[in-house]
C-alpha cells in the first residue's frame, strides 16, 4: 500500500471477528456455557460430545436452508433446530436462556490490542466495522469494545446491509452509509475473500490481517498481528 493511502484515507474499515479478536475460545466458551444451561434445564441424558455435534449439524442445516440471507448467522435459530431435533418440549426459554449463556462468553473477549489499534488511528480517521453477522450480537461485543462509542463511528452488519461481504451492494452500503468514496476507505480483515476481494472489488484499498496466511496479491499489504499494524502506523 502506497504512504498516501495511509495518509489520506478517511475512513478505516474493519471486519470485527478475527480481525479485532480471536474467536475459536470464545465461541468454544460459549457452547460450553450453552451446553451447562441445557444440561441443568432439560434433564436430557445428552452427552457434551452429542451437544456440540448436533449443534454443528443444526448450524448446518439453517445455513443451507437460509443459504446468504444473513439470517442464517442467527445462533438462536441454531438453538431452535437443535432442540427440535432432541425432541425438548418448553423449547421457548430454554433456547433463548442457551442463547444468552453463550451470548456471555463475549464478556471473556480481550479487546485491548483493537483498543489500542483504533485508538491511534481515530485521531487521523474515522472507523467503521464491516461485519457479517446478525446486529444483536456483534452490538453485545462493540458494547465491550467501545462501550462509550469514541472509537467506532459506524457499525455496518449484514443484518442491515441486506446482503454479506464480499457482495458488492454489502460494500456499496457500507460507502453509502460512511458518505465516503471506495478511493478514500481502507479495508482491514482476516478473510480474504470477503474482506480483502470483496473490498478492492469496488477500488477500496485493502490490509490483510491474518497470522495464518500470506496474501495472495503483492499488491495487498499483510500483517500478521494488530500489534505489527500498530508498530507500521507509528
Ligand atoms: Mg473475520
Not at 467503521?128 to 458494547?143: F, G, H, R, Y
Not at 460507502?175 to 465516503?180: D, H, I, P, V, Y
Request: proline letters at 3%; charged letters at 25%.
Amino acid at each position: 500500500m502506497n504512504e498516501l493511502v495511509w495518509q489520506n484515507a478517511k475512513v478505516w474499515f474493519f471486519d470485527l471477528d478475527d480481525t479485532l479478536y480471536k474467536t475459536e475460545s470464545i465461541y468454544a466458551l460459549g457452547l460450553e456455557r450453552a451446553f451447562a444451561v441445557f444440561y441443568k434445564t432439560s434433564g436430557a441424558s445428552i452427552t457434551w460430545d452429542e451437544f456440540s455435534s448436533q449443534y454443528q449439524v443444526a448450524r448446518e442445516e439453517v445455513k443451507v436452508q437460509l443459504g446468504q440471507s444473513p439470517a442464517c448467522r442467527n445462533r438462536l435459530l441454531y438453538f431452535k433446530r437443535m432442540l427440535e431435533s432432541f425432541g425438548i418440549c418448553a423449547l421457548a426459554p430454554l433456547a433463548l436462556a442457551m442463547d444468552n449463556a453463550y451470548t456471555s462468553a463475549y464478556h471473556e473477549i480481550d479487546f485491548d490490542p483493537a483498543r489500542t489499534l483504533l485508538k491511534m488511528l481515530r485521531t487521523r480517521a474515522k472507523i467503521a466495522l464491516l461485519t457479517n453477522q446478525t446486529c444483536q450480537a456483534q452490538l453485545e461485543k462493540v458494547s465491550r469494545l467501545d462501550p462509550r462509542g469514541e472509537l467506532i463511528q459506524w457499525i455496518i452488519t449484514s443484518e442491515e446491509a441486506g446482503s454479506e461481504k464480499p457482495a458488492e451492494s454489502f460494500f456499496k452500503f457500507a460507502l453509502a452509509r460512511t458518505g465516503c468514496r471506495a478511493e478514500e476507505a481502507v479495508m482491514v480483515g482476516d478473510d480474504w475473500n470477503n474482506d480483502i476481494e470483496g473490498a478492492i472489488a469496488l477500488g477500496i484499498s485493502a490490509i490483510f490481517l491474518n497470522a495464518d496466511q500470506k496474501s495472495k496479491r503483492s499488491s495487498i499489504p499483510h500483517f500478521k498481528s494488530m500489534e505489527d499494524l500498530c508498530s507500521t502506523l507509528l
